[in-house]
């Protein structure tokens, strides 16, 4: 039962966190005694997560109690510390020694919650349009849809433009 309660936490922090899941940072996220991956990437401690509940899985096979309750606590560290850095993102202090560097990492902050919210607006007007039935309801909501992808798609290149300024500062 804990098995499948962690496999259901993992499950919806993966797709809570998918937004965030590719965005670097130039410090470690966590506590190397934590997580072992040297990536500033999410989606790294996610798989590394994910490993972890395997691992759990293989255990309960072999009926290893001492490596189950090892796992299990590790498991669930790694859970709650995702959890609270995904809730926590757009607060997210950056270190650094360069005041323009520190700007553009702001600007990237900015840019990826415009992005995260944006994500969200498009899919919550997508899951509407599904369940509507007016034809000028469905209009209007393919309307926004489109203008919601048009700005995703700004948001995504203005991204690509700051990554690139950010990758020659930090040579």
Known sequence: MLLHRLESQLASLRQQSAPLAQ????????????????????????????TNLDAL??????????????????????????????????????DSASPGLARWQRKRVKHQEFERRLLEMTEERKARLAQVTGFTEQQALHREIEAFEGRLARCRHALEKIERVLARLTR
């Open 57 to 94: 899985r293989h255990a309960v096979e072999q009926q290893t109690l001492p490596q189950i309750a090892w796992l299990a606590e590790r498991l669930v560290s790694q859970i709650e510390a995702i959890t609270r850095e995904t809730a926590t993102w757009s607060l997210r202090e950056w």
């Open 23 to 50: 965005h670097a940072t130039l410090s470690a996220r966590f506590d190397r005694h934590l997580f072992r991956t040297r990536s500033t990437l999410l989606k790294a401690y996610l798989d590394e997560a994910g």
